[in-house]
């Protein structure tokens, strides 16, 4: 399976918005889908155009099948304030047939490798230096997906580290250090 992987920009955008906030039968859902699909699509604009990337959406055969989604952690009022860190807030490959075939750590692995590399507008023209992923989703929403999470990212070369702040004091941060 040779998956490809693109940064999100202004021409892509619809294929990470969609991935987000697919097209739903239930006329009841539908209108509240597209609204978050276009409030999705005008923050990615944004977020583009105050922070140079964002997120990544992996393609197979052309068609988009799962993306990973990063900030600055100084987009996040709750977090001090954090010095070259990238905070990732979603990694998601919607077909639960193609999940567990590697294109989530392929994402993480792709956004690592770009980091190492690219000096981001968001840090003055500079390198990140780690990237940030916190388990709030697990501890609020989905407790049972705490222990498959922690497995993938420790897996991807993340380590707990608990002295990273956490805005809910719940713990579970894990860093990377590039």
């Excluded at 916190?134 to 707990?160: D, I």
Aim: proline fraction near 7%; glycine fraction near 10%.
């Amino acid at each position: 399976m040779e998956v490809k992987i693109q940064d999100v920009t202004n021409r892509n955008l619809g294929d990470l918005t969609g991935l987000c906030t697919p097209a739903w039968e239930d006329e009841s859902h539908a209108q509240t889908l597209k609204e978050g699909g276009l409030r999705k699509r005008d923050w990615i604009t944004r977020a583009i155009q105050m922070f140079g990337i964002c997120a990544k959406v992996a393609y197979l055969r052309g068609k988009p099948i799962g993306f990973i989604e990063f900030y600055p952690a100084h987009a996040f009022p709750l977090l001090p304030k954090l010095d070259k860190t990238v905070i990732i807030t979603c990694v998601f490959i919607p077909s639960k047939s193609l999940q567990g075939q590697g294109i989530g750590s392929e994402l993480v692995q792709s956004l690592i490798n770009d980091l190492r590399d690219r000096a981001l507008p968001a840090f003055s023209g500079e390198k990140a230096e780690q990237i940030a992923i916190g388990s709030w989703g697990c501890h609020v929403g989905f407790p049972e997906s705490l222990p498959r999470f922690q497995k993938f990212f420790l897996a991807n070369g993340f380590k707990e580290d608990p002295t990273f702040p956490d805005p809910t004091g719940k713990g579970g941060i894990l860093t990377f250090e590039l």
